[in-house]
């Protein structure tokens, strides 16, 4: 039996990412070139190195930039959105799925 707050998290997830997810998808293909999912994929691994980037000079002592932060996870964000409509991952099935699978690991933990 899962958590609540794990079934809650899929509810939400199951409920909210699919529509954000489609709209990504519609934008995508409405204002940009077709892309195939390679380049989103590296596109996100970029993107994500940026984000693990500031991350390491903040770790180093460098002063925060919330702003710089926010943005290149927002990057993170449109990346994986159209590297899973690239390749055809629902991703709020996905997500739910594996929070399903990673409940019981996690309430051993507890």
């Not at 997830?13 to 995508?28: E, N």
């Not at 596109?43 to 190195?49: K, T």
């Not at 926010?70 to 899973?84: H, K, Q, S």
């Amino acid at each position: 039996m899962n958590h609540p707050l794990c079934d809650s998290l899929i509810d939400a997830v199951t409920a909210g990412l699919a529509p954000i997810q489609q709209a990504f998808d519609v934008y995508q293909n409405e204002c940009f070139i077709t892309r195939p999912p390679e380049f989103f994929c590296l596109e996100l691994c970029g993107e994500a190195g940026e984000l693990a980037n500031l991350e390491k000079k903040r770790w180093k002592g460098a002063p925060p930039n919330d702003a710089h932060t926010a943005d290149e996870a927002a990057d993170v964000l449109i990346a994986l959105m159209n590297f899973c409509n690239a390749r055809g991952v629902n991703l709020a099935e996905a997500v739910a799925s594996k929070l399903a699978r990673i409940e019981p690991t996690v309430d051993a933990e507890r």
